[in-house]
């Protein structure tokens, strides 16, 4: 049991060059999101997949775009990477239990440079 | 969702109570308060959650006041390891993210 696995760990991209982040999770959560962290910050949520095939914005959507591939992946997309898009990208997935029991867990994140 | 208010830092000696304050006045009812950390960079990790009742496990215990307006994290004996930002979360029943805000940095030295 791996819990949420995100590739790459590292990658640094060029202005205007396009990358996807993948995020896989094998707990059989319905629900998945891609958040980032810059420094000094908390967590921003940039997409949302409350289930397999449906997707929604966050709090900070614009330029990217997201893919609920099945239940166990979704990727997230850099069309045309700025330096703006320097961040911790982390992936996480939720199952809600029952009396407030809403388990969310995270991957191990994803940094990226964009130069 | 609620807005939490936390100190943006807090020492503490090891081996001694870290006690973690966090101010949430306008939660509604059927609001849940979350707590998270972040160690060093790492993906957020789960400690603990309550809605009225004192909840205790074995990271952590959490009080929150009558009136549901604050509540406490307590780390009964924290060691170096529990340096970490710790987040405090407002979530109603319905809600599917967290909203996470700047948290509070905990040093724990010897």
């Known amino acids: 049991n791996a819990g949420v696995t995100q590739t790459p760990k590292f990658q640094v991209l060029k202005t205007g060059q396009s990358m996807t982040l993948q995020c896989a999770q094998d707990?059989?959560?319905?629900?998945m999101y891609w958040y980032r962290q810059d420094p000094g910050m908390g967590l921003r949520l940039i997409y949302y997949?409350?289930?397999?095939?449906?997707?929604d914005k966050g709090e900070v959507p614009n330029g990217y775009n997201v893919s609920r591939l099945n239940k166990r992946e979704f990727s997230l997309r850099l069309e045309s990477a700025a330096p703006s898009q320097t961040s911790v990208y982390f992936c996480?997935?939720?199952?809600?239990?029952?009396?407030?029991?809403?388990?969310?867990?995270f991957g191990p994140g994803t940094r990226l440079t964009v130069t | 969702d609620a807005k939490t208010t936390q100190p943006p830092s807090m020492d503490c000696a090891e081996g001694r109570a870290a006690n973690l304050p966090c101010n949430h006045s306008?939660?509604?009812?059927?609001?849940?308060v979350y707590w998270y950390r972040q160690i060093h960079s790492q993906g957020p990790q789960y400690i603990i959650h309550?809605?009225?009742n004192n909840e205790t496990n074995e990271m952590a215990s959490l009080i929150i006041t009558e009136d549901r307006k604050s509540s406490t994290l307590i780390l009964p004996h924290a060691t170096l390891r529990d340096t970490a930002v710790y987040y405090c979360?407002?979530?109603?029943?319905?809600?599917?993210?967290?909203?996470f805000g700047k948290g509070t940095t905990l040093s724990v030295s010897s």
């Open positions: 996480a997935s939720s199952v809600y239990l029952g009396t407030g029991n809403y388990e969310q867990y």
């Open positions: 707990m059989n959560h319905n629900s």
């Open positions: 997949s409350a289930s397999e095939g449906t997707t």
């Open positions: 306008t939660i509604s009812g059927n609001e849940y």
């Open positions: 309550g809605l009225k």
């Open positions: 979360i407002a979530l109603n029943q319905a809600g599917t993210a967290l909203i």
